[in-house]
């Protein structure tokens, strides 16, 4: 990860050197995160605080209108409380969770942002601007904890056995969203700018799968979303 920032930072200054067209920087923030689900059989419970990192790089379109893409690393998550027990599959096999248990996923993913800004002309060091595009992440890794009984061959979990699972056959791998946001620019002089953000992102697909309850063949539906506050740097 650390040779892909730094490889996007050298491009977007040999690029930068040749023609005012492109840029690019760092930015590392705070992000809360969120669980919901459209079905009767789950309910959100808390969300989570976290952080986020990445590099981005930006295409200036027009001298108010820029493309603009990159890789972030999230760490997302929150808690789904069932209103029956569930199956969650880790180690290689398969566990049925009872007693409405309530499951914290933690999971971290590689974003590949894909959208156009709009920004006005710079008023006295400062340029503000406006964001909307596409979120398309890769879930890297995947774990939970769970609070409910769990039983193996008629022997109940400790609670040591059922926290910091590895439940990656119960995620998607691929997920994709859409954000909208804002913020600003402050210029230290020549192309170099300091930048502070904020932005609102909602996925479209089931971050969970084969969490089938007892008394139906279907999937708990469980979609994420986030708000992101952070601050950068842009060469």
Not at 78 to 106: A, F, H
Not at 187 to 213: H, P, R, Y
């Amino acid at each position: 990860m650390k040779k892909v920032i730094l490889g996007v930072i050298l491009l977007s200054f040999m690029l930068h050197a040749s023609a005012q067209k492109y840029g690019g920087g760092l930015q590392a923030g705070v992000v809360y995160s969120w669980l919901k689900t459209d079905s009767n059989k789950g309910s959100a419970e808390s969300g989570r605080l976290n952080f986020t990192y990445g590099a981005f790089l930006d295409v200036n379109l027009t001298e108010n209108f820029t493309f603009t893409t990159g890789l972030n690393m999230n760490y997302l998550g929150g808690s789904i409380l069932y209103k029956d027990s569930i199956k969650l599959n880790w180690d290689e096999r398969t566990y049925e969770v009872k007693k409405t248990p309530e499951v914290t996923y933690n999971v971290q993913y590689l974003e590949i942002p894909i959208s156009f800004k709009g920004k006005t002309q710079e008023i006295g060091y400062i340029t503000y601007f406006g964001r909307l595009g596409a979120s398309p992440m890769i879930a890297l890794k995947s774990r939970a904890n769970v609070d409910g009984e769990v039983m193996d061959n008629g022997v109940l979990l400790t609670e040591d056995e059922k926290s910091d699972l590895n439940i990656k056959e119960n995620i998607n791998l691929f997920n994709i969203g859409w954000h909208v946001g804002g913020g600003i620019e402050y210029s230290l002089g020549g192309s170099t700018s300091l930048i502070a953000e904020i932005l609102f992102s909602q996925n479209f697909i089931s971050m969970t799968k084969d969490n089938v309850t007892k008394d139906t063949s279907k999937d708990v539906n469980v979609t994420n979303g986030m708000m992101v506050l952070k601050a950068g740097i842009k060469f």
